[in-house]
Every structure is written in C-alpha cells, then in structure tokens.
C-alpha cells in the first residue's frame, strides 16, 4: 500500500445487480475499471452509493473476494465496512485487509443515536483491537444525515492520540465545508475527503486529500482534471461545471438517478436493478435528468 | 400460536452478557422467565433495549435457538428481525419461523432515509415473498427518532390492503400519541402498541393493544396491574405513579440506565456488561437513578 496514492478523485461505486438482484459480479468488475480509466484515482466499494447497506455481510465478503483477488487496483480501493453490530465491522474489515487495499470507509454503529464519544470511542478500540492489523488504515464515514451519529472533532482527536495513523482520514459528507475545514486545520496529516465534487477545488486549496463521492461515477473525468490541473490553472470555470452537473443529481435519490442514467448511457436496462427501498426513477423523473444533463451538455464516455 | 394473546405489557427484553460480551444465553433465559413472572403478558426479543442492533445475524439465531427450543413461553415472543438489508430481515424471520412464536417486530430498512413509500412496500414485500410462511405476523416497528425512516399511515393501509393480518400490528415509539390514535381510528384489528407505558391506559381507554416498552423490564409489574384492572376500576393513580417511575429512566439511555439498576437490584455486575457504543453509566449517574427510584419507593421484586 503507497499511502500517497490515496488522494485526488474517488467515487462510491455502484453495485452492479441482476434481475433477481444478486449482485453482478463480472459488471461490478467492469465498471471498476472503468471508473479508472475515467480519471479515477480511486474507489470506493460499499459506500452509500453502493447499496452497501442492501448487502449482506456474506454478500459484501464474496464481492471483495470475486473483486480483489489478483486484482492489480486493490490498493486503490477503499472498503467501506461500517455495521450497526462492531462484530460485523470487525468480520468486514478483517475479510478486507486480506487484501493490500488502502483503507476502510468506516460508519460508526449508527442504529443506536445520541452515544457518547466515549462509547463510540469504545465501539472503534473494539474493531482496532478485533481486526489487530498494523497496516488498517481506517477512514472516519462522517454522514450525520444519513447515520444520525456524527464524529466530533474531540473524538477524532482522540483517536489519532491513541492510534496515530491507524486513523488515516475522512469522507465528510455532511456538506458542511467549515467542519472539513477545521479537521484539516485540526489535524495535519489526517487526509480529510469532501463528500461531494463541488468543494474539490475549494478543499485541495485548503490541503484537503480530494473528494470520494456518488457523482463521481458520472462525472470522474471532469473532476480529474480539475485534481490534476488545480495547482498550475485556473480550474474554477471547470469547476463550475462540475458542481453545476452535480447539482442536477441532487434533485434526485443518488442511487436511483445515477443507476438510471447509466441504463440511458450504456443502452442496457440490466443497470436498473437496484434493491428496496431503491427503485428506478420514474418515466418523468428520468426524463426531468436526462433534461437537466443535456442542457449542461454533460455525457461520460462510456 | 393463540392471536387473541398477544395483547398486553410487553418488554423489551435486555440481553445479559457475559464479560467478554458474548451472551449469557442463561442469564437471558432466567430474565424472560422472571419477566413473564412479573406480570408480563409477553416479551419482545431483540428490540432496541436488546442491544439487537449491537448483534449479529448469527448471534441473533444462536439466541433464538438456545431461548425457543422446547420453549413452553415461545408464543408470548415477538421477535425483532429488522435490518438494513432485507436479505437479513428474510434471514432472521425465517429462523424466528421456525418456533410458535406470536410475531415478528420489525423495523424498515434503517439507514437509507427519506425513501419513498414505493421503496418501502417493496422492502416489506420482499420480506413477506421471502419469508412465505402463511402464519407469519409482522408488527411494524414505528420509531422514527432511531431509525429516522417512520411509516406513514398510506403506507400501513396499503400493506393491510395487499397482505391483511400478515400485517397485524405496530409498537408505535414515535411518542405522538395522535399517531396511535389515528392508526387505531383508522385500522380496525390492527394492534397498535404504546412504545412506552406512560401511555398504557390512555391506549387501552381508545382500544389499543397494550405497550411493549424498555422499562417494562422493571416496571412489569405495575403496568400489568392496570392492564388487568383498568376496565373495572380507576386505575389512574397507579398510572401516574408508573408513568413516574419511568420518566426517571427517561433521564438517562435506557440500556445503561436498566442494566445499571439490574445490577444494583440483583448485586450482580455482569449486568453491567454491554456492548458500544453503550457503556454503564457513571457512578453518578447510576446514584442519581437510584435516588430517584428511591424518592418513587420503586423497586422490582427480583
């Protein structure tokens, strides 16, 4: 694992299924690589996007083993693994650190609300301690909109005074740019993602790591360049753009606009099988996207 | 499995632990024993007070295993099969199925939010498909403030619509009491608990189930009391003495608040054992508890 390749552009990969909804295993592959050769610097395999909370533990640990074995990227990868029960997140991760990825994408216990950090505190010392590995690199998944459980700035502390690099960063996804702001201030060395494309040039000018994010799957090539260029040129009509094709998956669920417009791209209806509580979009929802899309002229070369 | 029984106090069992924090299958055993002893009409297995959302899937069918094999009590149990993934929920709910129990509790899909009702009924759908089993009985665990997806009554009519008594009830731990109200109103047959007994009789006055609550670990006594008298006689004043009792566990989280005070009751420090992200409480805390269910004269008979 080179730690400095984990930084730039990330996205949350969606979880390719079948019409019975068994997961895709070969298309999950594909897209992957894709994904790489998109501009990608990297991926994230069972973040929100990837229906990782439709999955099964059973179900995650195959598809790290069908994906990651003798697979050249798999330090490009970060696994998410966060569960409600710290003995599932121990189980995920070890299963995970068979393999040289870069890190876990880890959720706290997030059934439980209103926990102390000295119990969520306990509950990480509990998967350190259970997966026992000097090489895990944990990445803090600080989603307080969707896990109802936040990560205080007292409490990343905590852990990187207990466990140094173990904790190696964050996907901050709750659109707070002032949080990601005080973490990078806070603490140097902790590689603080943007949960979204649209802070990509306003966090790496503020020595943020990238972004990891759900649009990403669509629109890696345009963020990409702004990661590769943002030093020497002036990026922000890029990221205008950037921000303004985001903006129009967000008038939508992540999961089903983005599984739908993949179908449209890629002429292949096999791209709409998502699980419940996700379906397709609508006719008309459909058509609104693709609308706001066109208008930004905006297509991935798929 | 007798339907007319599942009525009444009900708790949500807490699950003993051992100091490693695997189950005190015992100790678990002798709790639903005592609880039913106590006074109540029946007990939920895995529900939030459980720690079930702290368990495993295998965990939580070991547990079934050891507690309902030649069980005589297993038609006074409803089970907690709800996760985030359905193919646990279908997991969980088959094994549950495999004992005369008198239903499952379950939660939606918990941690994808603001999802549609479609995405929903085709959640429960899944289940109820997977599941296939004409005596199944799922209550619908309505507690939006934990698991931030609630059920809207639209939705609740149109499972009852497609699938009638499969659908046979709510613990209802919104604490909106207009909520119940209008289920009860709207839903004849449907059983719709209190989440908490500080509603007990004025869910019972309206025709309401019962309440299936936390603190009716400890409180089991005094809620069946009401429960057997409350059409004969005034039972008011034994309601707000018990109403009391509880809002004195509301001061605090009630898995630590219940397993502190079982220890203190039963002098027995492995039921201070549970898991993160929840700890015991302080040892001010635990005497400021204790105080007051002193000031209250409150104490089980254990």
Not at 273 to 293: C, I, K, V, Y
Request: proline share 5%; with cysteine; charged share 25%.
């Amino acid at each position: 694992m080179d730690e400095k390749k984990t930084r730039g552009v990330f996205a949350a990969t969606l979880t390719p299924m079948k019409t019975d909804l068994s997961i895709d295993h070969e298309a999950l592959a594909r897209h992957c690589r894709w994904l790489l050769k998109n501009g990608c610097d990297g991926i994230v395999l069972f973040g929100t996007t990837g229906e990782a909370n439709s999955l099964t533990v059973a179900e995650r640990k195959e598809i790290i083993d069908m994906l990651l074995e003798g697979n050249p990227f798999a330090e490009r990868l970060i696994v998410g693994t966060g569960c409600c029960a710290v003995g599932d997140t121990v189980d995920l991760t070890r299963h995970a650190q068979r393999y040289p990825v870069a890190g876990v994408l880890t959720l706290p216990p997030f059934y439980y609300k209103n926990v102390s950090d000295d119990g969520l505190f306990a509950a990480f010392d509990a998967v350190v301690q259970g997966v026992g590995a000097a090489d895990l690199r944990i990445y803090l998944y600080h989603f307080p909109k969707m896990s109802g459980v936040p990560f205080s700035l007292n409490l990343i502390e905590r852990f990187l005074k207990s466990y140094g690099n173990t904790f190696a960063g964050v996907k901050d996804s709750s659109g707070d740019f002032e949080n990601m702001k005080a973490m990078i201030k806070a603490f140097p060395g902790f590689r603080v993602f943007a949960g979204t494309e649209a802070y990509l040039l306003d966090i790496l000018r503020i020595g943020g790591a990238g972004c990891i994010s759900a649009t990403t799957n669509a629109t890696g090539s345009l963020a990409s360049e702004i990661f590769r260029r943002w030093e020497s040129d002036d990026m922000s009509e890029a990221q205008a753009r950037l921000t303004s094709v985001r903006k129009a998956f967000e008038a939508f669920p992540f999961i089903p606009g983005l599984k739908t417009m993949m179908a449209r791209w890629t002429e292949n209806d096999a791209w709409l099988n998502m699980r419940p509580p996700f379906l397709p979009l609508t006719r008309e929802g459909s058509a609104d996207l693709q609308e706001r899309l066109n208008a930004l002229h905006f297509r991935p070369n798929l």
